[in-house]
């Protein structure tokens, strides 16, 4: 068969007379997705999770809920249905193309209607490809597994990123090679079943059939239409980041000369969140509309159609709208405006700067060496509220100040915690690594950090567990009343199971969950406060934990804009390893009035601060929380 050469020119010309009904069909299903199977999808995480007697499954526990056979159907069932979800929106597209010509909103409703018809199918379709894509992606995923322990295992991994010895390269080359592999492979899977869509949608063929009559109707082309995708997606995302970004520079551009309006603040978060939903429905819309074109024209030149379609799908294209979809897609549109006009006035909810707690992340670990004792006199000396810092269990039965599983980052010794006596971890100097005028540092113990901060600074422990076992939570409870510690410290563990005993060992405590990925909502896990990665702290989920009584702390904003994101946010704590720099900011918002304040957080939600903070050290490379 000959190789179709499509330009751009040419997937765009069909839809001059279509792209209105597109558009109004990504609309209504936007909507419609956004406003209730969103929400539904989330009442059955949590159903499903509740199921296992859990409310919420993070990190560790979510790794161990995923490679249970319970977990395992679970999350493959969600992956289906999400992926139901991406056809049933391309779907929408190729039934609007194929609709009879009418007004923009009959042919949206006659699309919706047809993709009702078909819906059991395009779940049955995407559960099969969920499942053929795991197995076909599962040797790579191992293969990756395996190069990450031969190569990056001996030490702990905060060690590679920092020192990025060579053993580091090497395995990422061989994941690199292995990641090509898999995503070669995948693609090649994906393009043989490039028109199943089509075939399932206007002959009525089943996901089984289809996926099938696909693969020999594509065989010897796949290549191509490959090519032609990420053509077409190349091109189509790089104009819609130009959009986004003249967008978001208007808006700045537009900051500094509204003066003391708050009507005009107003007006510009709703303006600026109306022209940011166009743009991505826009994209989203002409996204679909053209590769539902490359599907039609794959479709027509390399299947030969079986006859009269027998899909009652396709019947209903022509049918005249019902006058209750008609309201109910008009209801959809008006609740998500309303929705975009109540997230513009949140955008100006004025928070009181005061509230926010500086956190030192492992001492002031920009002044001195992290999780010493010099760190955390910086954070007394940079007026921190709280000082973070990590403990773990020595074989000896001590508690131990450490972020890592061994010293071989911040010593250059490959002491393990957990199979090394606290004399031998504090006889590997810390210091001189980092600065000469701190050569005396050691790794503290835990007793050595609480009587520093004892009625100088709140102390917030993180609990580490690396190796199964130990009595950590014990030692931790003995060591605090030891120290005769009354209120003056908090706890939290990214091990939800530490989180758990200390809980039970100590309900008056203020226990905290830490957490960097999870399944289910973070803001209904059994723990006083919860800790997040910054980039997952948004509005909602920050307002649904306050309204919910815990408290809200993100982890680690060094640079001034993240920092004044995380104020406008109104979350309770940032995690910072510059509690000085985050103290300024906290001083400066504190003395603006409401209305400043106002425009600094739309300024910093919009992504960039009115006036530039001084620029920051260079970070280095990232850790493991």
Sequence with gaps: MSTQRTTLTEILEPLRERLPALAFATLLWRCMVGLLLVPLGLLLVRGLLELDGRTVAADGELAAFALSPYGACVLGFLASLALGLGLAGQALALLVLAAPPGPAFERALGGLRALRARRRELLRLAWRVVLRCALLVLPFAGALFLVAQHFLGTHDINYYLAERPPELWLALALGIVLALGGALALAAQLAAWGIALPLLLFEGANAREALRESARATLGSRRAFCAQ?????AALFALQALMSTLWIALARAALPALGSSLASLIALAALWLLGAAAIDLGGGAL???CFAVLQQRWYRARHVA????????????????????????LALIGAALVSLLSSALALLDDVPPERCRIIAHRGA???????????????????ADMVEIDVQETRDGAVVVLHDRDLKR???????????????????ELGARYEVRFASERVPLLDEVLALARGRIHVLIELKRYAPGGRLPELVIERVEAAGLADGFSCMSMDPELVRQLRVLRPGWRV???????????????AAFVAVRASRASAAFVRESQRRGKEVYVW?????????RAFALGVDGVITDRPALAFALREERAAQDGLERTLGRLAALLGSPITPPPASDDEGPPEIP
């Design 512 to 526: 905290g969950a830490l957490s960097a990925v999870s399944l289910g909502s973070l803001s209904r896990v059994d």
């Design 556 to 564: 680690t904003v060094n640079e001034p804009l993240a920092i004044a």
């Design 287 to 289: 996204r679909g509309a």
């Design 229 to 233: 995708i990420a053509g077409c997606a």
């Design 306 to 329: 079986r006859g009269a379609s027998s899909s009652s799908a396709v019947a209903e294209l022509a049918a005249p709208p019902r006058r209750a979809a008609a309201w109910l897609a």
């Design 410 to 428: 911040v010593g250059g010794a490959a002491l393990a915690v957990a199979s090394s006596t606290a004399a031998e971890l504090r006889a590997v």
């Design 365 to 383: 670990s920009h002044a001195a060496p992290e999780n010493t004792l010099a760190a955390v006199r910086a954070a007394i000396e940079e007026r």
